[in-house]
């Protein structure tokens, strides 16, 4: 196989690899957002600007608790 076909191969490898990854963790964690970025420095000295948080949805509000962060999503806003 010539070299260029083996790297086309790897990196189309790659993207179901990461695109599965992404889908499990959704299913996973029951959120269509399992890891997000943070944008701003209000979360600050929890969490900082490009900090990579993983999220797991909740089902049921009775199993939210003290301490737990909250993540929404703003209407409008990507």
Same mark, same amino acid.
């Given at each position: 196989?010539?070299?260029?076909?083996?790297? =086309? #191969?790897?990196? $189309?490898? #790659?993207?179901?690899? =990461?695109? *599965?990854?992404? #889908? *499990? $963790? /959704?299913? #996973?964690?029951?959120? %269509?957002?399992?890891?997000?970025?943070?944008?701003? &420095?209000?979360?600050? !000295?929890?969490?900082? /600007? &490009? %900090?990579?948080? $993983?999220?797991? *949805? =909740?089902?049921?509000? %009775?199993?939210?608790?003290? *301490?737990?962060?909250?993540?929404?999503?703003? !209407? &409008?806003?990507?």
């Amino acid at each position: 196989m010539e070299e260029w076909k083996k790297e =086309v #191969a790897w990196f $189309l490898v #790659a993207i179901v690899v =990461v695109f *599965g990854i992404q #889908a *499990g $963790l /959704r299913v #996973a964690l029951h959120t %269509d957002s399992p890891l997000v970025i943070v944008v701003s &420095g209000s979360m600050e !000295p929890v969490f900082y /600007r &490009g %900090d990579v948080v $993983l999220l797991n *949805g =909740v089902t049921n509000p %009775d199993q939210i608790k003290v *301490g737990d962060v909250i993540v929404y999503k703003r !209407p &409008g806003y990507e």
